[in-house]
Nanobody, 117 residues
Framework: QVQLVESGGGLVQAGGSLRLSCAASGSIFSPNTMGWYRRAPGKQRELVATITSGGVTNYADSVSGRFTISRDNAENTVYLQMNSLKPEDTAVYYC???????????WGQGTQVTVSS
C-alpha cells in the first residue's frame, strides 16, 4: 500500500501562482513515476505532469512552460509549481504514484485549485 497526501491547493487570481505538494509513504519501490492529474467540472481526468524517479519529466501541452514538476526522492515527495495560472486550470488536482514492476497504481484524495478571472 502507498498513501499519498496532497497539499497546497486554494484560490488564486489569474496570473498568480500556487505550489502543490504530495508526500508518499508506505511500500515505495524504485523505479517509479509520480505525477499530477486533474479533473475539471464536467470533464474527464487528464494528465498534467509526471516525473520518474530518475528525473525524466513529461507535461501536458496546456501547461508546458507554465508548470514545473519536481521531486525529492529522499522525502518521497513530488511538487508542482504552477505559474501564470488561468481560469481553465481550475480543477481538482490528484497526485499519482505508479510502479510498473509491481503494477502499483495509487491516487491521492485530490486538492482543489480555483483560478478566478
Amino acid at each position: 500500500q502507498v498513501q499519498l497526501v496532497e497539499s497546497g491547493g486554494g484560490l488564486v487570481q489569474a496570473g498568480g501562482s500556487l505550489r502543490l505538494s504530495c508526500a508518499a509513504s508506505g511500500s515505495i519501490f524504485s523505479p517509479n513515476t509520480m505525477g499530477w492529474y486533474r479533473r475539471a467540472p464536467g470533464k474527464q481526468r487528464e494528465l498534467v505532469a509526471t516525473i520518474t524517479s530518475g528525473g525524466v519529466t513529461n507535461y501536458a501541452d496546456s501547461v508546458s512552460g507554465r508548470f514545473t514538476i519536481s521531486r525529492d526522492n529522499a522525502e518521497n515527495t513530488v511538487y508542482l509549481q504552477m505559474n501564470s495560472l488561468k481560469p481553465e486550470d481550475t480543477a481538482v488536482y490528484y497526485c499519482n504514484y505508479f510502479n510498473a514492476i509491481y503494477y502499483h497504481n495509487y491516487w491521492g484524495q485530490g486538492t482543489q485549485v480555483t483560478v478566478s478571472s
